[in-house]
Structures are given as C-alpha cells and as structure tokens.
C-alpha cells in the first residue's frame, strides 16, 4: 500500500487517482481524485523537515481569519511512516478577471491591516526549507535585523561566505525602517505562490507567516516579477506607504536573496554584498 492510499484511508477518502503536481526539492505534491471531490496533498521526509506543515497549517488558517484572499482550507495534517503531509483543499484554476489586480491590491491591504501589538509569531516556520524565526520584537527594525537577518547571514558564514562590519550594517539600517504596526504578511510572496480561482479571483497559496513590515511583502514581489505594476500604484492609493519605501526595497529583499544564498549557493553573493555595502 503506497503512501497516498494510505493518506486517503486514514482521512475516510476514497481514492480513485492520484497525479503528480509541480512541487519542488523539499515537497511531493499530489492531485488525489476522490469519489466526493479533488484535493491536494503535499508530502516530504519528517525527519528532515519536522513541523513544516503544521507551521503551514497555522499559516494557511491565519491568513483566512484576515478575510483577504482566498485560501485553500486545511483538512489535515499529520505523519505517517515518517512522511508528513498536508492535505488541502483542491482549488480549481481560471482566467483573471480586467480587475485582478485591483483585487489583488485591495486584499493585500486588508491582509496587511491586520496586526498586533508585537512583531513576530507565536511559533516558527520555516522560509523554503529553512527554518525561520519568529521571536516576539517591539519594532521593526528589531525584527527585521534579530529574526530574518542575522540567523541567514549567520548560515552564510557557517557556509564560508564572507561578510565584514555587520555591526556597522545592522546600526545604520536600524534608523531606515519605519517603525510601522506589524501586520500580518504572507511571508513568501513570489509570483509562483498566488493562484487565479475559477471565479476569477486571487488566491494564496505556500505561506512563511509572521506579523512585521508590510514592505516586506511589497518588495518580495518585485524580486522575481510576475506582478503588475498596477498592484503596487492601486496598493499605495488605498493603504500610503511611508516616504521613500521605494529606496528601501533592496533592504527588504537582501532577506530573500541570503535565503537564496543559503539554498542554492555563490550566484546570489553578489547582490547580497551590494546591498549590504550601501549601507555600511
């Protein structure tokens, strides 16, 4: 019995096909056709990974109780023979409607309208496959230098790569980032984690959750493309970032791009470096 069948028995499912779905180097991801419905469910390696989907769950869960996006829901997660999986709701794809991405900019402020006093989570999750840390912090720049800075650039030099006067780095951003109310980001924002629904409509998908700057968000859509210009000008007119958040984008991403480093090696050295020497 493979494991997808055995995922399905102990979810009562009965299980008429499976399909293999894009994943990556850390999840399989499978289409199980079921005689009441599709779903999704994704599996990897519990020792490698261990509380992933979990942290996933709680992610997708707090990112619909913003009642911004639409969200597959959560059916379960668990371990069976030290594989893990999440099993999601099937979302099935259609074509943007002429107001996506108005839409997508309007959910987008109300997910980032979100908050709480403190930045951070109450639990950690991971970025890709690497862990990220989500220890409570009273301000951004807090946040963003003790929880998503240092611990990559820490991997870094644990990897060999070399980087002088941080000290310096980390006193000079600190009085660059504004010190906005956390909201609730989607974490991981790239072009390949939003979907169009059926209906037309903006979809999230793969979370890295946490309460900080919203700018992270803004700016992790801006590294790799795949959003509209219209996203970012329609996002600005109903919810004003603080002056000059565009000169602060390459802050934002230089997280992005050290987890980069730390996945998949010495191409994104030197963009990291070159952010890090603007301020230093």
Not at 96 to 122: C, M, R, V, Y
Request: glycine fraction near 6%; hydrophobic fraction near 40%.
């Amino acid at each position: 019995m493979n494991i997808l069948t055995k995922i399905a028995e102990e979810n009562n499912l009965n299980l008429l096909e499976s399909t293999p779905l894009s994943g990556g180097d850390i999840n399989d991801v499978f289409l199980l056709k079921c005689a009441s419905k599709k779903y999704v469910v994704k599996t990897n390696d519990a020792s490698k990974f261990p509380g992933m989907f979990e942290a996933e769950a709680e992610g997708l869960d707090l990112l619909r109780s913003s009642n911004s996006f639409k969200i597959p829901s959560v059916v379960k997660f668990g371990v069976i023979e030290n594989t893990s999986y999440l099993l999601l709701e099937y979302i099935l794809e259609g074509s943007a409607s002429h107001i996506f991405w108005q839409q997508f900019a309007e959910n987008l402020a109300i997910l980032h309208k979100t908050t709480q006093p403190t930045f951070g989570l109450d639990h950690n999750n991971y970025i890709g496959s690497l862990p990220q840390y989500n220890g409570t912090q009273t301000s951004a720049a807090d946040f963003y230098i003790n929880q998503r800075l240092e611990p990559q650039f820490k991997m870094a030099k644990e990897q060999g790569f070399d980087f002088s006067k941080l000290d310096v780095f980390y006193k000079n951003i600190f009085s660059e980032i504004p010190n906005e109310p956390p909201s609730l980001l989607h974490g991981d924002l790239w072009g390949g984690n939003y979907l169009v629904s059926e209906d037309g409509n903006p979809t999230l998908i793969d979370p890295a959750v946490s309460f900080a700057s919203r700018e992270m968000d803004l700016a992790m859509m801006q590294l790799f493309g795949g959003f509209s210009e219209e996203v970012f000008s329609h996002y600005h007119s109903i919810f004003p970032l603080k002056n000059n958040w565009k000169q602060r984008v390459s802050l934002w991403q230089l997280y992005y791009l050290l987890v980069h480093l730390n996945l998949f090696g010495s191409s994104y050295l030197s963009r990291v470096q070159n952010i890090a020497k603007k301020y230093r």
